[in-house]
């Protein structure tokens, strides 16, 4: 029998990386990555080495290791993910920190297309004093987030399936977020590394990947408190293009947030009438 050890370098030269190695047995055995360092020189059981040899196969054939494992770590949440959402990615967290910053003492906010609810649920972690509500128009995908809710004991969200804004007919928030489709529909990276896995109507929206967010822009002011925010997540190359959008559909004090690699990622305006 082999020991872990040498378990986990052959499996790191097959995928390249040893921490997904690392991720891929600890989740074959149900142990956690510490667990290595003191069983360095144990062996693994035959079927636990057959459930890696799987996970390493399909991790090896490209899918992801989120879709594999069934869960990502987003904020401090721990989520469940399938292949009916995206994957929570950490540049997503910019949006969460500026939409806590802007959401009043027991406000009201939406997160749309919600997916596995890692929007919606970390801001209700951060403000347990905040009415939260999440809209996909995935039932498979709404699924996921309430499970994720009830597992996270996160009460105050609720949930609501439809396109975007429309099922939330007469409802006003003091804040919407939502990091939408904004791929380019000929983009060749849909078709390359972990995007081939992911749902492709959470990805892309039209010739310049920016249908969605202008879907959302104009519709939103509907549903926004005078003073409240629009906040949309984008691509690093889009700010210029979405503030004009915020500009056009009439939001003031439009801006854009850059992440932790200085690259745009996340516009905003406040709701003026």
Same mark, same amino acid.
């Given at each position: ?7 986990? *370098?052959? +499996?790191?030269?097959?995928? @390249?990386?040893?921490?997904? +190695? ?7 055995? @149900? ?27 399909? #991790?090896?054939? $490209? ?5 594999? !494992?069934?869960? #990502? &770590? ?13 994957? %929570?990615? %950490? ?19 939406? &997160? ?15 403000? %347990? ?6 809209? &996909? ?18 009460? #105050? ?12 007919? @007469? ?9 939408? %489709? ?26 310049? $990947?920016?249908?969605?967010? *202008?879907?959302?822009?104009? +519709? ?6 005078? $003073? ?6 984008? @691509? ?16 003031? &004090?439009?801006? !854009? ?17």
């Amino acid at each position: 029998m082999t020991d872990i050890r040498t378990i986990l *370098r052959e +499996a790191a030269e097959i995928l @390249g990386e040893r921490l997904e +190695a690392e991720l891929l047995l600890a989740h074959a055995l @149900g142990v956690d990555r510490a667990w290595f360092f003191a069983h360095a020189d144990d062996t693994a059981d035959a079927e636990g080495m057959a459930r890696f040899d799987a996970l390493v196969r399909r #991790r090896a054939a $490209g899918e992801p290791i989120a879709y594999i !494992t069934g869960h #990502r &770590d987003f904020w401090s949440l721990s989520l469940e993910v399938t292949p009916a959402t995206l994957i %929570p990615r %950490p540049e997503t967290e910019l949006l969460v920190e500026l939409a806590v910053a802007r959401l009043p003492q027991g406000g009201r906010v939406v &997160d749309l297309g919600t997916g596995s609810g890692a929007i919606a649920l970390a801001i209700a972690k951060e403000r %347990p004093d905040a009415d939260v509500t999440a809209v &996909d128009a995935s039932e498979a995908a709404l699924a996921v987030a309430s499970r994720n809710a009830v597992a996270l004991g996160l009460q #105050r969200v609720t949930f609501a399936h439809g396109d975007w804004l429309a099922p939330l007919e @007469g409802r006003r928030f003091d804040l919407i977020v939502s990091n939408p %489709p904004y791929i380019e529909s000929d983009d060749p990276h849909l078709a390359q590394g972990d995007l081939r896995f992911e749902p492709a109507t959470a990805l892309a929206s039209g010739a310049d $990947g920016l249908d969605d967010i *202008r879907r959302i822009a104009a +519709a939103a002011g509907a549903h926004l408190e005078p $003073g409240g925010w629009l906040l949309l997540e984008h @691509g690093w190359q889009q700010g210029e293009a979405v503030r004009a959008v915020l500009v056009a559909m009439g939001f003031a &004090d439009v801006f !854009t947030a850059t992440d932790l690699e200085d690259r745009d990622r996340v516009s905003g305006g406040r709701f003026a009438n």
